[in-house]
């Protein structure tokens, strides 16, 4: 697998649309929100379906580097978050007329707090992926705020000296609880199905792909998932993680 930067992640990606024909916004027949915290396994999810080639796109189109990756491809002074849109909606569409999207709670409020509600989209169905392993998630966390590599197909910018420090680790876990909190008390009672990345991860478990596509009465045959994603957790990783729960005490 060829590693790309952000910048160029973002450069091809803007490059594969722009050759694209648009899809009208009246041509959606649905719309599709998948909401998580980072690490948890959104990415992985979102990709499945993704290759299914009926679930749209679900990137993280509303991710800060997406945004500026938009703005800098096409030479735009003024971002305007509405145009924005509205060109992801045209030209992210699958032909079966779904439109979809991934964003992490952050994301959502700080796309909020700049005035623009990202569910003023109307969504259709909204799904929450979780992760059970909350030292698993913020150990990876705290790795890829270093690292700046936040799934296998980007380089790293950054490699890690030696071992993440323990507090790194636990502020890591803080943002995730923090992020959990905002869910619950705000997001939680519109979510139609939650996901829990150690029931997903493995292609071999299709349950999860499979109600999703059944709640969009979506018809998939013999489900047959595949990505591009590859494990990003090394030995050395499980061992650092292993010792942190000896710290902890956690079994």
């Known amino acids: 697998m060829t590693l790309h930067s ?19 916004v009246t041509q959606i027949t649905q719309k599709v929100a998948i909401i998580s915290i980072p690490r948890s396994g959104s990415s992985l999810f979102c990709n499945v379906l993704e290759h299914t080639n009926q679930f749209g796109y679900p990137l993280e189109w509303i991710c800060k580097g997406f945004m500026e990756g938009y703005q800098r491809y096409f030479k735009i002074p003024d971002f305007n978050i509405t145009s924005y849109i509205d060109y992801v909606m045209r030209k992210s569409v699958t032909k079966n007329g779904v439109f979809s999207i991934h964003f992490h709670v952050e994301q959502y409020t700080a796309l909020l707090h700049s005035g ?13 992926v979780n992760r059970e392993d909350k030292l698993e998630q913020a150990y990876s966390y705290a790795k890829a705020q270093i690292t700046n590599q936040w799934s296998s197909n980007l380089k790293c910018d950054t490699e890690i000296e030696g071992v993440l420090s323990k ?15 905002y869910y619950e008390q705000y997001l939680a009672e519109n979510i139609d199905r939650v996901f829990h990345y150690e029931d997903f991860s493995q292609l071999n478990k299709t349950t999860a792909y499979s109600q999703v ?8 045959g013999s489900l047959q998932l595949s990505t591009f994603m590859q494990k990003q957790r090394t030995i050395e990783d499980e061992l650092a993680i292993k010792k942190l729960r000896a710290y902890l005490s956690v079994k």
Request: hydrophobic share 40%.
């Open 116 to 128: 623009f509600d990202i569910f003023s989209l109307g969504f259709d169905h909204i799904y929450y």
């Open 213 to 220: 596509l059944d709640d969009m009465n979506i018809e998939y």
């Open 6 to 24: 952000l910048d160029e992640a973002m450069t091809g990606l803007f490059s594969y649309l722009e050759s694209i024909d648009d899809i009208p």
């Open 167 to 181: 507090s790194l680790v636990f502020e890591s876990l803080n943002s995730i609880v923090k992020s959990e909190e």
